[in-house]
């Protein structure tokens, strides 16, 4: 049984471009969010997709949106970036609100 | 006031000892009760978690969910060098489709 899966596991862009980080959800999972953690910080909650809608934001600009595909996987993109959006990227899927599974993350460097 | 707060250490204790980790939060709706660890720049790995009031044992760890004084604890027996990483402490509602993260505690544990 896959676990979450995350693509690519590092990205090195320059400030005003755009970043597309992917993920597939854990087997049998049909909710994933997304989250932005910075060096020696927790996870700060992007947004959350079910059923290909988002259903939760955080307080992150509209610079961040994202996409659910119908096979649960999911896309975050990032337009405009900035040097501070230099962050580890993480995707989480979940099926209750028990609990949720993390991949091992995009590692997103902008100079 | 944060959601959800974490002494963020470094916490330093040697081979063997018992180590308690810990977290406080603010809404009394939380009813989901998670511990990860993260190794320093991969994913966070889901450790344990719990519903509502009580304990959970597994192997050398045990979760204690207080929910009258809004605390949670992880604590660790027979601690060894491989427990070294930084442990979130996260929590949810069924109502909110969105976990709530504390900050990490990182721990070191000395040969």
């Known amino acids: 049984d896959a676990g979450v899966t995350q693509s690519p596991t590092h990205l090195i862009k320059t400030r005003g471009q755009q970043v597309t980080l992917r993920c597939s959800p854990k087997s049998g999972h049909d909710t994933v969010s997304w989250y932005q953690q910075a060096l020696g910080q927790g996870p700060q909650f992007i947004f959350q997709y079910y059923e290909e809608e988002e259903r939760q934001r955080g307080n992150f600009p509209d610079r961040f949106s994202g996409h659910q595909f119908p096979n649960y996987s999911s896309e975050l993109n990032v337009n405009a970036l900035l040097l501070g959006d230099s962050a580890l990227y993480l995707c989480a899927s979940s099926l209750k609100a028990d609990t949720q599974y993390f991949g091992p993350g995009t590692r997103l460097t902008v100079l | 006031q944060k959601e959800v707060e974490q002494d963020p250490g470094p916490l330093s204790v040697p081979e063997g000892a018992i180590v308690s980790l810990n977290c406080t939060y603010s809404?009394?709706?939380?009813?989901?009760f998670m511990w990860y660890r993260q190794y320093s720049r991969k994913g966070p790995e889901l450790l344990m978690y719990?519903?509502?009031?009580g304990n959970k044992e597994d192997g050398r760890f045990t979760a204690q969910v207080d929910k009258s004084s809004k605390y949670i604890s992880l604590f660790i027996r027979d601690s060894q060098p491989s427990d070294s990483a930084t442990y979130l402490c996260a929590m949810n509602s069924a109502d909110f489709n969105k976990f709530y993260f504390g900050s990490g505690t990182k721990l070191n544990v000395k040969p």
């Open positions: 719990t519903y509502s009031s």
């Open positions: 809404n009394s709706a939380f009813q989901y």
